[in-house]
């Protein structure tokens, strides 16, 4: 099993362009996540989804959008990038609501 | 919703025992984790212990619950420099909500 993938591992962006950061599974997990993390900060659920077709905000969800179209895919969206996006983005998937999770490499973003 | 604190920094000499603490403030956490973070790595899960357990010791590693006082810690025994990095808290409470600490980062001196 590979676990969980993230590509791309490291992409810089201009104001205003969007991109999509992937998240892989191969471990038939229902449960997915993205967190990112940010100095003195830890690491804050922007999205997350119990299942194939369906997702939900976390803490900090504005600027970003989710879906869930496979067990296996859980892109992340951004729309329109801000240097506030600067940070390191992890995905995370568990067997289910209360099982562990297992994070990614983590893709770090860099917005000019 | 829960918050979940921890120092910032440890320092410890190699061979001695390092003990990271964290406080959380949700009494309904059923799972608490620590995690390990290397540099430029993601997270690693290191162990966890559920809220119904006092303790839970993993070869090197002991985690010790105190309900009463909402506190967490984790002991590693003879640290090594590979143990440098940063060690996260979390708990899980509710609808498969995990909350992190900030994360306390553990320097190893040779």
């Known amino acids: 099993n590979a676990g969980v993938t993230q590509t791309p591992k490291f992409q810089v962006l201009k104001t205003g362009q969007s991109m999509t950061l992937q998240c892989a599974q191969d471990m038939n997990h229902e449960y997915m996540s993205w967190y990112r993390q940010d100095p003195g900060m830890g690491l804050r659920l922007i999205h997350y989804s119990v299942g194939a077709g369906i997702t939900d905000q976390g803490e900090v969800p504005n600027g970003y959008n989710v879906s869930r179209s496979t067990t296996e895919d859980f892109p992340l969206r951004l729309l329109s990038a801000a240097p506030s996006q600067t940070s390191v983005y992890f995905c995370?998937?568990?067997?289910?609501?209360?099982?562990?999770?297992?994070f990614g490499p983590g893709t770090r973003l860099l917005v000019l | 919703g829960e918050d979940v604190e921890q120092s910032l920094f440890l320092s410890v000499r190699e061979g001695d025992s390092s003990v990271i603490n964290c406080t959380y403030t949700?009494?309904?956490?059923?799972?608490l984790y620590w995690y390990k973070q290397e540099p430029g790595a993601g997270l690693q899960l290191l162990t966890y212990?559920?809220?119904?357990?006092d303790m839970k010791q993993d070869q090197r590693l002991t985690v010790l619950l105190n309900k009463k006082d909402k506190h967490l810690s984790l002991r590693i025994a003879d640290t090594q420099t590979g143990d440098s990095a940063i060690y996260f808290c979390a708990g899980l409470a509710g609808y498969q909500k995990v909350t992190f600490g900030i994360g306390t980062k553990l320097q190893v001196i040779p």
């Open positions: 949700d009494s309904s956490s059923t799972y």
């Open positions: 995370a998937s568990a067997r289910g609501r209360q099982e562990t999770q297992y």
């Open positions: 212990i559920f809220s119904n357990m």
